[in-house]
């Protein structure tokens, strides 16, 4: 069991949602990017449970932050869409 939860295999799942949510219309992005951003924390740490965490911590709150500033920006042509 062990060997089927490792960083890599997380990654590879993660890319294949976002890619399936993305394609479906089901997500805005941001949660999509969180999840494709354990890949590249799970190649450069490599410790599963750390991958989560970190992933958790600096990518739902660094993307969820960066997209809502993007979206609320003045003239912003994603504001514009999204509205």
Same mark, same amino acid.
């Given at each position: 069991m062990s060997e089927l939860i490792t960083s890599h295999n997380l990654g590879y799942l993660a890319v294949l949602f976002m890619v399936v949510m993305m394609v479906r219309g089901r997500s805005d992005g941001s949660f999509a990017m969180l =999840?494709?951003? *354990?890949? =590249? /924390? @799970? *190649?450069? #740490? %490599?410790? #599963? =449970?750390?991958? #989560? /965490? #970190?992933?958790? =911590? *600096? %990518? @739902? /709150? %660094? /993307?969820?932050?960066?997209?809502?500033?993007?979206?609320?920006?003045? @003239?912003?042509? *994603?504001?514009s869409a999204a509205l």
């Open positions: =999840l494709a951003s *354990l890949l =590249l /924390i @799970g *190649l450069a #740490v %490599g410790h #599963v =449970l750390w991958n #989560v /965490i #970190v992933a958790l =911590l *600096l %990518g @739902g /709150i %660094g /993307i969820n932050l960066f997209c809502s500033w993007l979206t609320a920006a003045p @003239g912003s042509k *994603l504001r």
